[in-house]
């Protein structure tokens, strides 16, 4: 279980995240909802580990064990998967090489290529290409693809769905889903209310860097309203 | 105004051989670690004098290019370790901590070697002159030449065809992202240091054999090391091919035609490729 508490992030002195605190349960779809500038990144980039934010006070900690000491690789080692904001995919790197980068390809545990390659058949007509000349859904698929060669057990997916068609986001919502039912823990950043409640379990929203609402998917199925007043949606 | 025959044509060749040797392990390391390593310089002359020493004391050449790399890519581990670990993420610091690695190494090498002009020696089969196409041309010249290919295909079949060459692009391109993946990125930028400083060795032998070895020729070799990573791109290995092609030949038709003007026919053109590619030819954001 991934738990976050009272985090405070700082980016040099400016104060982005003031006491934010959450869970995610093994097999748990969470969403982490808010608007532009809410700080929902620097959460993201806190738990990972990641040089900037810098994380001042709380606690985060990953099945007992505190995360705070560690470097963004032994956080990933302790199989959390990140899947960025933009992909970050490695342009001079074909689709094939951001698979194999981990685990050589003939590697049988856990996430395998082929195993990507069976989820995603579209990326493996396109192994030979680079990151850089992929559509934007199959971009995002690579990245999925990437993060799950670490045989995650928790996965932070920042906004994942941002700038795809339509038809490419109810895909991904399907992997999402897809993904949680297999016992993954994903914590999941999404400007898009619906989005989210298409996947998640729970949601928690966050303001000017504090969780301000938390809520079962379900209830907010039922009653929308006060999530509303949170994301100023009318 | 002289022209251009076939021995300048091989001379310029030759030296951009040497210069693609220098440069790649610069390229290398700027694009990886975003570092300007202005030890590079130095790194190339005390690797010569290390090969000059080496060469002189047991006779065999050989022996004395193994030993330059060797032992200046144990200068690059301590360098990366034990001096910039410490002031990684600030760029400043970083260039100037390299530039005064620079100072210390070429004072290091003043003291042992002092301040004569040395060439290293080379083997009984490499001296001389092969005939052909009605010159004659100094066989290690072509042996550099050679050795300048033969750097280049292992480099490229390191990037390309190798997990490590993976991480090492995957790097160049997002070094944060590769540690998010449960790389240990350091570990990356040490091979990478180590690699591309025992590049600057082995050049600084070959090259000590038909530049010579004193003690500013490291900062010729480090700006001819810069120019061609601008042109080409830092971190592009077929930049720094290209750069040093371009700077190799630039460099010649510029002595030979341009005496008076030698440094403008290289930083001429490359002010203009970055007029228009400010990041070189071959350079990504």
Redesign the interface.
């Known amino acids: 279980m991934l738990e976050v508490r009272d985090l405070h992030s700082f980016y040099g002195d400016a104060h982005v995240l003031h006491g934010a605190s959450l869970t995610v349960k093994p097999g748990e779809v969470v969403a982490l909802l808010g608007r532009n500038g809410m700080g929902k990144s620097t959460l993201i980039r806190s738990i990972?580990r990641?040089?900037q934010p810098q994380v001042r006070k709380g606690t985060l900690t990953w099945k007992g064990q505190d995360l705070r000491p560690l470097?963004?690789?032994e956080?990933?080692?302790r199989r959390i998967a990140?899947v960025?904001q933009g992909r970050?995919l490695?342009?001079?790197?074909t689709v094939l090489?951001h698979l194999?980068?981990?685990k050589?390809a003939k590697a049988q545990e856990g996430w395998t290529v082929d195993r990507v390659f069976s989820m995603f058949p579209r990326l493996a007509e396109r192994k030979g290409h680079n990151?850089n000349q992929l559509s934007g859904g199959e971009r995002q698929m690579l990245a999925v693809g990437?993060a799950l060669m670490?045989d995650p057990e928790l996965i932070l997916m920042d906004e994942p769905s941002e700038g795809l068609a339509p038809v490419m986001v109810q895909h991904l919502e399907t992997i999402i889903a897809d993904l949680g039912k297999t016992g993954l823990g994903i914590l999941l950043v999404e400007q898009n209310l619906y989005s989210a409640l298409a996947v998640a379990d729970r949601l928690y929203v966050l303001e000017t860097g504090k969780v301000v609402h938390e809520a079962s998917a379900e209830s907010v199925r039922n009653d929308q309203s006060s999530l509303m007043r949170y994301l100023g949606v009318h | 105004m002289a022209s251009l025959n076939l021995v300048q044509i091989l001379n310029g060749l030759t030296l951009a051989a040497l210069l693609f040797i220098v440069a790649s392990g610069f390229t290398l390391i700027f694009g990886l670690l975003r570092i300007v390593n202005l030890a590079h310089g130095a790194l190339y002359l005390f690797g010569g004098y290390i090969g000059y020493s080496v060469t002189l004391g047991t006779g065999n050449f050989v022996l004395g290019l193994v030993a330059s790399m060797l032992f200046v890519a144990f200068l690059g581990l301590i360098i990366d370790q034990g001096l910039l670990r410490f002031v990684r993420?600030f760029v400043l610091r970083e260039v100037l901590l390299t530039l005064g690695v620079a100072f210390v190494l070429n004072d290091i090498a003043l003291v042992i070697w002092g301040g004569d002009t040395f060439s290293v020696q080379i083997p009984a089969m490499l001296r001389g002159a092969v005939r052909f196409a009605g010159i004659y041309y100094p066989t290690y010249r072509l042996f550099v030449l050679g050795l300048g290919i033969l750097v280049f295909i292992a480099l490229w079949l390191l990037l390309n065809r190798t997990?490590l060459g993976?991480?090492i692009?995957?790097g160049?391109?997002?070094a944060?992202?590769?540690?998010?993946?449960?790389?240990?990125?350091r570990r990356v930028f040490l091979a990478t240091s180590m690699l591309g400083a025992s590049l600057a060795g082995l050049g600084g032998t070959i090259g000590g054999a038909f530049l010579t070895l004193y003690p500013t020729a490291d900062s010729e070799i480090l700006v001819f090391s810069l120019a061609i990573v601008i042109i080409g791109g830092s971190g592009s290995l077929v930049g720094a091919a290209v750069g040093a092609l371009l700077v190799g030949m630039l460099n010649t038709i510029g002595q030979v035609m341009f005496p008076e003007l030698a440094y403008f026919v290289i930083f001429g053109p490359m002010a203009a490729i970055l007029a228009f590619r400010p990041l070189g030819l071959f350079g990504?954001a």
């Open positions: 990972m990641l040089a470097t963004p690789h956080v990933a080692a990140l960025p970050r490695f342009a001079s790197l090489e194999t980068m981990l050589p990151g990437r670490i | 993420g997990r993976a991480l692009r995957a160049v391109d997002d944060e992202m590769v540690e998010a993946m449960g790389i240990n990125i990504r």
